[in-house]
C-alpha cells in the first residue's frame, strides 16, 4: 500500500522496536509473547497516537490551519501528544476535556496528562461527563473562524481515515520487521478505544493479506458496539487508501470481558498486570488502556485460548502519564 501520497510530517521515533518477554512468558507458561513499544514513538513520553498525528497534523499544515482543536477525558494521552506536537511546530491548540469518570481525586484532575497539557500550554476548558463533544469542537472551530482564525479539528483520539494511516503504517512496519528476523506472529493483541488504531491495523494487515488476525481489548464499550465501531472506520478507511471491500466483517474481533465499571474505572485485573509487567519486565503499562488490554491477554493464556507453541504480539499503546493520576489506586 502507497502511504507516501498523503500529507505527512515525520516526528514519531520509528521503527518501534518489537521485544521478547521471557519473564511475563515464563511465568504464564503460555505462548511467547512479544511487546511492540509503541509507548516509544518519543513525542513528550510516547503512544499510539504519534502515528495518527503524523498524518492529522500533515493534512492540517496542507489545510493552511493555524489552531488546532481536539477532545478527551480528563487523563486524555490523545491531547497530551496533540498539545506536544502543537507546542513544537507552533500551531495553537485548544482543547476539550470531559469530566468522563467523574473522579474527584485532585491527582485525577491536574496531575498525569493534565499536568503535561498545561506544560505544552495548550488552552484547556473542562466540560461534565455526557456533553455531546463533537458539537463541542464544531462550537469551538465557529468561534475561532469569527475571529479570523483557520480551525482544524481533530476528533476524539485521533479516530478518522487520516488518523488510521497511522496505525495502517504499524501493520506494515511490523510485518516487515517479523519478516526480517524470521518470526511468525499468530496473534496481534492491543486495546481498542476510539477505534483508530485496530481500524487501521485490520486495514494493513489484511490490505497486505498478511494473515495475522488481530484482537482489541476494550476499555469503554462492550464487545459487539465496539467491534461495529471499529468497522465503520475499516470501511472509511479503506475507501481513502482505494482498497474498498478488502476487509470482511469477521476479521474485525473485540472482546468486551476486560472493561468492568466503565471507561478509566480500574479493575483488579488492570492493577495486576500493572504490577506484573513493571515487576517482570521493567515496562509501564498505563491504567485505562495498556493495563486493561494486558489484564485481557494475560486472562486469555490462563485460560488457554493462544496455545504453548503460538507467537503472541501484544502491541503497547503507551499511556504510562496516566499512572501518575492514579496513584491512590496503584500505591494503595
Ligand atoms: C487512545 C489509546 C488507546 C486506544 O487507541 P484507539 O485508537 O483510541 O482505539 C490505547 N492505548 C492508549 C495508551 C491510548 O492513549
Do not use: W
Request: aromatic share 6%.
Amino acid at each position: 500500500m502507497h502511504i507516501s501520497r498523503f500529507p505527512r510530517l515525520h516526528f514519531a521515533h520509528l521503527p518501534t522496536p518489537i521485544e521478547p518477554l521471557e519473564n511475563l512468558s515464563k511465568l504464564l507458561g503460555g505462548p511467547q509473547i512479544y511487546i511492540k513499544r509503541d509507548d516509544c514513538t518519543g513525542l513528550a513520553t510516547g503512544g499510539n497516537k504519534t502515528r495518527k498525528l503524523e498524518f492529522l497534523i500533515g493534512e492540517a499544515l496542507q489545510k493552511n490551519a493555524d489552531t488546532v482543536i481536539t477532545q478527551g477525558a480528563t487523563q486524555s494521552n490523545h491531547v497530551r501528544q496533540t498539545a506536544a506536537i502543537c507546542a513544537r511546530i507552533g500551531l495553537r491548540c485548544e482543547i476539550i476535556l470531559e469530566h468522563r469518570t467523574g473522579s474527584e481525586d485532585p491527582e485525577y484532575l491536574e496531575n498525569g496528562n493534565v499536568l503535561l497539557d498545561r506544560l505544552f500550554g495548550a488552552s484547556i476548558k473542562t466540560v461534565p461527563a455526557g456533553t455531546d463533544m463533537d458539537a463541542a469542537l464544531e462550537e469551538s472551530a465557529e468561534e475561532i473562524q469569527k475571529n479570523g482564525g483557520i480551525p482544524y479539528i481533530i476528533p476524539g483520539g485521533g479516530s478518522n481515515p487520516t488518523g488510521a494511516l497511522g496505525y495502517v503504517n504499524c501493520a506494515m512496519e511490523l510485518v516487515g520487521q517479523l519478516n526480517d528476523r524470521g518470526l511468525k506472529a499468530d496473534h496481534l493483541v492491543t486495546a481498542t478505544g476510539s477505534a483508530g488504531t485496530q481500524a487501521g491495523l485490520v486495514s494493513g494487515m489484511e490490505g497486505t493479506r498478511s494473515g495475522i488476525p488481530v484482537l482489541g481489548i476494550c476499555v469503554g464499550v462492550e464487545k459487539k458496539a465496539q467491534e461495529e465501531k471499529v468497522f465503520d472506520l475499516v470501511q472509511r478507511t479503506t475507501e481513502f487508501l482505494e482498497i474498498s471491500g478488502s476487509v470482511n466483517r469477521d476479521a474485525v474481533v473485540a472482546n468486551g470481558d476486560y472493561v468492568g465499571p466503565g471507561y478509566g474505572k480500574p479493575t483488579e485485573g488492570m492493577i495486576e498486570a500493572v504490577q506484573l509487567l513493571a515487576r517482570e519486565e521493567g515496562i509501564l503499562l498505563d491504567p485505562v488502556y495498556s493495563g486493561k488490554g494486558m489484564a485481557g491477554l494475560i486472562d486469555l493464556v490462563r485460560k488457554g485460548h493462544f496455545s504453548k507453541g503460538e507467537n503472541v504480539v501484544f502491541l503497547h499503546t503507551g499511556g504510562s502519564a496516566a499512572l501518575f493520576a492514579y496513584r491512590n489506586i496503584l500505591a494503595a
